[in-house]
């Protein structure tokens, strides 16, 4: 790209330009899609290790999980990033992840159609809720990773893909069910 973003004249977490930090993750992506189209498996290893060290991505991880539905539910250190000096504090933190390992998750029983657990019987479901930084790694990481698994994964998949709904299935199978020659 050919505009750079000057970090040292951002100084708060309302000081982001959104638009710009998502179009230079967007140009990441599309950068790691044409290198793996032609078989350059060193070229994507690097974009990737490029996008996830860039300031914009980062801002994005943290952004994503601070809006997401989960945003004021802690993990096992108890900590939630709710206010904007926190948010800005942890894009700034994560900048170096090459050495980090993840922390314990807390583990949450949900229990089937309200009833108590009973002493020595589990009828519930267990649920593992990672730390915050851990959702903005493994965010940070899923921005770099998402294109390659969109490019390798089947076209006909529909289900928890991104861009793709019930409707595109069901116009998928209307054009294959209607055509003549159909299996």
């Given at each position: 790209?050919?505009?750079?973003?000057?970090?040292?004249?951002?100084?708060?977490?309302?000081?982001?330009?959104?638009?710009?930090?998502?179009?230079?993750?967007?140009?990441?992506?599309?950068?790691?899609?044409?290198?793996?189209?032609?078989?350059?498996?060193?070229?994507?290893k690097?974009?990737?290790?490029?996008?996830?060290?860039?300031?914009?991505?980062?801002?994005?991880?943290?952004?994503?999980?601070t809006?997401?539905?989960?945003?004021?539910?802690?993990?096992?250190?108890?900590?939630?990033?709710?206010?904007?000096?926190?948010?800005?504090?942890?894009?700034l933190?994560?900048?170096?992840?090459?050495n980090?390992?993840?922390?314990?998750?807390?583990?949450?029983?949900?229990?089937?159609?309200?009833?108590?657990?009973?002493?020595?019987?589990?009828?519930?479901?267990?649920?593992?809720?990672?730390?915050?930084?851990?959702?903005?790694?493994?965010?940070?990481?899923?921005?770099?990773?998402?294109?390659?698994?969109?490019?390798?994964g089947?076209t006909?998949?529909?289900?928890?893909?991104?861009?793709?709904?019930?409707?595109?299935?069901?116009?998928?199978?209307?054009?294959?069910?209607?055509?003549?020659?159909?299996?």
């Amino acid at each position: 790209m050919k505009q750079k973003l000057n970090i040292h004249s951002i100084s708060n977490w309302h000081d982001i330009n959104w638009l710009y930090c998502q179009n230079q993750v967007i140009h990441y992506q599309n950068e790691i899609i044409v290198a793996f189209n032609e078989n350059n498996i060193g070229k994507v290893k690097q974009l990737q290790h490029n996008l996830c060290n860039s300031f914009a991505a980062r801002a994005i991880a943290v952004r994503t999980v601070t809006t997401h539905q989960g945003k004021k539910t802690a993990g096992i250190d108890k900590q939630v990033w709710l206010t904007a000096f926190q948010k800005w504090k942890n894009v700034l933190d994560i900048k170096n992840i090459e050495n980090y390992k993840a922390k314990a998750v807390r583990r949450v029983w949900i229990y089937k159609d309200g009833k108590p657990v009973k002493p020595n019987k589990m009828n519930g479901t267990p649920l593992g809720i990672p730390t915050m930084r851990d959702r903005a790694i493994q965010t940070l990481y899923n921005l770099a990773l998402a294109p390659i698994a969109e490019c390798t994964g089947d076209t006909h998949s529909f289900g928890f893909r991104r861009y793709r709904s019930c409707k595109d299935a069901i116009a998928m199978l209307h054009i294959r069910l209607s055509n003549r020659h159909r299996p």
